[in-house]
């Protein structure tokens, strides 16, 4: 299972906003990720904690752009986490390779395309809709079927772009429009996801719905989360800390 390293440059993600904002302080953690043996590190710019405002595509990228061109020279995997095509195609002219998109193409109508024309793997993940509202859009019949039938949905418009088969991974996207209680189902129930037949990535890492006050505190759940997902047939867990996830998959 591969280990996807998080890396926010922005001054409000949940768990490690403000923590590495500059430059310096990305590359420096990114460098620290490459030597605890992350295999993708994920670099982000915007923020997508319930309730989070937009940013501008010019804020995003100089946020992400040096971090990227940097990180790139190490010779790590780098995915870039947004939702503007845009921002994906100029994070792939600087050395990104993958490309996390957390609406599954239902942001920014050019996205599928771009990711079709760049040719690279492009991870589709469950959303509802923008963090100002997704709250309110945690409403399910039966949650594992709803997402597993909206994630087919997008699987079926990347293919229709362009996306080849092969490039395709999958979120079920853990907190986005849904409470712990989905958020659970959906975990006990990630076979049903792997069936899909597409590599699936899971992003429960310090999330609400594994309990504790701060993010900090979630920080044992999440470890222990990595190492029951690891006897699942899963593609990878996207984690905030590298080392612990690395140990518990090497035990
Ligand atoms: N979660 C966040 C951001 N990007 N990408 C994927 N593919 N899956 C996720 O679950 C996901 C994501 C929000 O968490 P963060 O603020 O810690 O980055």
Known sequence: MIIMGILNVTPDSFADGGRHYSLEAAVKRGTEMISEGVDIID???????????????????????????????????????????????????????IINDVSGGLADPEMLLTAAELKTPYIAMHWRGQSKEMNSMAHYGDVVADVISELNVRVNAALAAGINRENLIIDPGIGFAKDAAHNWAIINNIEQFVDLGYPVLVGGSRKRFLGGDTPDERETASI????????????????????????????
């Open 224 to 251: 222990a989360l990595t190492k029951t997902l690891a006897t699942s047939r899963i593609w990878g867990v996207r984690v905030h800390s590298v080392k612990p996830h690395k140990d518990v998959l090497s035990a």
């Open 43 to 97: 670099v982000g710019g915007e923020s997508t904690r319930p309730g989070a405002d937009r940013v501008s595509e010019s804020e995003e990228l100089s946020r992400v752009i040096p971090v990227i061109r940097e990180l790139s020279k190490l010779g790590v995997t780098i995915s870039i986490d947004t939702m503007r095509a845009s921002t994906a195609r100029a994070a792939v002219t600087v050395g990104a390779t």
